[in-house]
């Protein structure tokens, strides 16, 4: 009998096999690949939005622990006499600093003027006339709320709340101050005004 070579190889059910094993295995690293970048994607959100909120956590417990006076109040905006800059003991528009949302309480952020005219303190919340600069502290949120111990001017520990999306869920702040060196000595028997001739 003569030699007879046997050629050795892959039949094709075989490499049917091989191709199926082959996919399922691409197919699970690919879902993993997307598990995982989705994973850095939501935590590269929180961690930018948690940063946004220790700023403006900072940036606003600092303003009220060290203003003069909480001046007024409405339904979306508190009025804070920042410091009186030029030691004339009367309000300047550039002196306040407005904390306010809108209507819809979806953000939050600061209002300022430069303009150094004086300023009623019955008169705080009319203010008209120069263009105020904006500064957004956050940008997308919800129920922005405040709350204070008691009414402007009398005012002595503010709270701001709101709700913030993430991480597929609405998460609570809440910023808390009260003021250290407050000027009520300054403001008149009645509340409308600053002892002296601010009205």
């Known amino acids: 009998m003569g ?14 096999i091989a191709l199926l094993v082959t996919s399922i295995v691409l197919s699970a690293v690919a879902t993993l690949a997307h598990s995982l970048g989705k994973a850095n994607e939501v935590m590269r959100e929180m961690g930018s939005k948690q940063t946004q ?4 956590s900072v940036k606003l417990s600092e303003l009220i622990k060290h203003c003069s006076l909480v001046c007024a109040r409405d339904a979306d905006t508190i009025a804070v006499w920042r410091n009186d800059d030029n030691n004339d003991s009367q309000i300047n ?7 306010e949302t809108s209507p819809d309480r979806d953000f939050l952020r600061l209002r ?9 303190l019955s008169g ?7 263009t105020p600069s904006y500064t957004t502290l956050i940008a997308e949120c919800r129920n922005v709320t405040f709350h204070l111990d008691s009414e402007p001017p009398d005012t002595r520990f503010v709270s701001i709340s709101f709700e913030v999306f993430e991480g597929n869920a609405f998460h609570k702040y809440q910023i808390s101050a009260g003021l250290r060196n407050g000027m009520e000595n300054l403001v008149n028997q009645t509340g409308s005004g600053l002892i002296g001739d601010d009205d």
């Open 3 to 16: 030699d007879m070579k046997i050629e050795k190889g892959f039949t094709l059910a075989e490499l049917l």
């Open 112 to 120: 300022e003027y430069s303009d150094t005219s004086v300023v009623a």
């Open 93 to 99: 528009k550039n002196e306040l600093v407005f904390i």
């Open 53 to 56: 909120f220790r700023y403006t």
């Open 124 to 130: 705080v919340m009319g203010i008209t006339g120069s």
